[in-house]
C-alpha cells in the first residue's frame, strides 16, 4: 500500500509489483518519466479557482493512469527553491533555466514502448495550460 499519488488520504494497492513480476504478464512494461514544465509567470498569475480546476484535473488524470495500469510508483512536485551547480563551480540560485520555464515535477509512468508512453502522456491537464511542455523519457537501467 502507498500514499495515494494525488495526495488524497488513504492508500491505493500500487501495480508497480504486479506488472513487473507477474510472469503470466504478456506485455513487458517499461518504465518513462514525465517531466513536467511550466512558464513560472503564468503559475504565478492562476487565481485559487483555477488552481483548484487545475488539482481536480490532475486527481482525474492519475486515477485515470491507475485505473489502466500505467501508474509506477514515483513522482512528486517539485519547490522552486533550489540551486544549480554548473561544471565551472559557480552556484546560482534556482532551477530556473533561462527561457522562463521550469521544473515543476515529474511522475513515473508503465508502457509497453515510447510511443504508448507519448500517447498516455497526451491527455495530461499540464498541457492545457499556456506556456508548459511534459518531456517524455525512457528509463534506462545501469
Known sequence: MFPHPS???GLY??????????????RRMKEFILLFRADYQDIAGVSAKEKQERNNRWIDWIDELEDNNH?????????????VIRGNGTIIDGPF???????????????TSLDEAVEVAKDCPILAGEGT??????IGNI
Open 13 to 26: 494497492d500500487c501495480p508497480y509489483d504486479e506488472l513487473h513480476n507477474n510472469k503470466q504478464n504478456t
Open 97 to 111: 533555466r533561462e527561457d522562463k520555464e521550469f521544473l515543476l515535477g515529474y511522475i513515473l509512468i508503465l508502457a
Open 7 to 9: 495526495g488524497r488520504k
Open 71 to 83: 501508474l509506477a510508483e514515483g513522482g512528486n512536485h517539485l519547490t522552486s527553491k533550489g540551486k
Open 133 to 138: 511542455s511534459l518531456e517524455v523519457r525512457e
